[in-house]
Nanobody, 125 residues
Framework: VQLQASGGGLVQAGGSLRLSCAAS????????MGWFRQAPGKEREFVAA????????YYADPVRGRFTISRDNAKNTVYLQMNSLKPEDTAVYYC???????????????????WGQGTQVTVSS
């Protein structure tokens, strides 16, 4: 599967953005999907995930209550709605697809098989 992330940009603190991850080659419903981010000088970190089948969602503590991950199988796209953005949310955001078992830990990067190219999100104070 090929993943194309988009929707990043520059936004003021308190604003919103919606990231999209369009998949081609296979349907997103076949995978557990995740979003990760990497800020300059920092390691890549988990943001949110949605498991295939039941669509169970997981969020990192810093974004819980502000970000929402969702999946549109008809459009073969996964979204990350980001509200109440903070300067510390500034990072390159990556989407990923994992085809492993449902019991895999999809908060961890090694559980994912395919990665998109990343989209820059910059939040100004």
């Amino acid at each position: 599967v090929q993943l194309q992330a988009s929707g990043g940009g520059l936004v003021q603190a308190g604003g919103s953005l919606r990231l999209s991850c369009a998949a081609s080659g296979r349907t997103v419903s076949s995978y557990s999907m995740g979003w990760f981010r990497q800020a300059p000088g920092k390691e890549r970190e988990f943001v949110a995930a949605i498991k295939r089948s039941l669509g169970t969602t997981y969020y990192a503590d810093p974004v819980r209550g502000r970000f929402t991950i969702s999946r549109d199988n008809a459009k073969n796209t996964v979204y990350l709605q980001m509200n109440s953005l903070k300067p510390e949310d500034t990072a390159v955001y990556y989407c990923a697809a994992g085809g492993g078992p449902l019991y895999s830990d999809y908060t961890r990067a090694p559980s994912y098989d395919y990665w998109g190219q990343g989209t820059q999100v910059t939040v100004s104070s």
